[in-house]
């Protein structure tokens, strides 16, 4: 059995797991990351496209990063209800804007960098246990993963760290060793996204988020020629279910005003929603971070930017613990993480809740959800707070 030791073991080659990795490298840390897949897998997956200020002020100080190059920057978006689009200017509204650069070209770039510079990240090693979490000297266990994505008994590693963070996913096996279940919160919704990939210029400038009768919409974007688009559907929707003329039927009829720009849909998938929260972020030396902590719907488009925060408060804590044995910020580190955590889960239920046809809502719930989005539209503070929410607010280190 090979043993081998790090000063911080990483359980996840995600965003927050790489950002990681870099900003401990930056203080002289070492660390390895294991992820159960290939980089190939990590770098084609779909996910978020929207990335706050403050995510972009971090990722552009990678070198080699591109998203201010490729990135676009959006000054706005647009509320659609009552067949009328409403536009919150974010700019005027907050001074900060947001960027459209999909996750997948983040890792692209993450992963690039963290190579370049000689880090160590196992590919199809799949984490199996994690131990001595209550004691100073914890440790990973890691099996590599086949082709087929069976573990391979005869391949163990046991990493002995400082520190292990679990940063790996929704799924966290780091998380079974932290969090506390008692204590976890969660909610479920009984509805989910419908969504797909497209070859087609983009509808229109910016996002379309729009409440209709038949229920919502998101008209998103990826580049020039790729766009991404959703609607809200039932949780049990197979998405082989629809040809691709109801597809565009049933976005079209959402989006009353904008006459959408079709092409061949090339992806499609159906996102359940779930607002989550562990119940412990931290236990002795080991902590979760993004999903792994938290899941929030998509709608406020948080999830990614909530995970970049929870690094940079992180990193600065194993910072001080790794370095100069100093507990201050580790010790604080949950509490200070918990409060932007539920900031951005309200505003993700809220955004949610205001935007989509929940199945049994009655007459007087649809007429009190345009009231609400009016209440918005119609007053500088309500759409400063969304705009304040949606650009992200100030990290806190
Ligand atoms: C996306 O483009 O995937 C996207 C954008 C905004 C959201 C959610 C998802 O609120």
Sequence with gaps: ????????????????????????????????????????????TIRAGILEQGTVDILSTLPGSRVLTDGNRHDGIELRFAGEGHRIDFPSLVGRSV??????????????????????????????????????????????????????????????????????????VVRQAVADRETSRYREYPFAWFGVLCEAPPSADELIYSNSDAGFALISQRSDTVQRMYFQCDP????????????????QARVPGTTLREGPIFQRDVLRFRSFVAGRLRRGRAAIIGDAAHTVPPTGAKGMNLAIADVLLLADALGDLVLEGDEHRIDAFADIALHRIWKAQHFSWWMTSMLHRTPDAGAFDRERQLGELRSVVESDAGKTYLAEAYTGWPFSR
């Design 99 to 172: 960027w459209l650069y999909p996750q997948h070209e983040v890792l692209k770039d993450l992963i690039a960098d963290r190579l370049a510079a000689g880090q160590d990240i196992r590919f199809s090693h799949e984490v199996t246990g994690v131990s001595g979490i209550d004691g100073d000297r914890p440790a990973v266990r890691a099996h590599a993963v086949d082709g087929d994505g069976e573990v391979v008994p005869e391949t163990v590693i046991e990493l002995a760290a400082q520190f292990v963070v679990g940063a790996d996913g929704s799924r966290s």
């Design 236 to 251: 049990d929707t197979d998405p082989e279910r629809f040809s691709e003329a109801e597809l565009w039927d049933t976005l």
């Design 1 to 44: 059995m090979p043993l081998a030791s790090t000063q911080v073991a990483i359980v996840g080659a995600g965003p927050a797991g790489l950002l990681l990795s870099h900003l401990l490298a930056e203080r002289g840390i070492d660390s390895v990351v294991f992820d159960r897949r290939t980089r190939t897998e990590i770098e084609s």
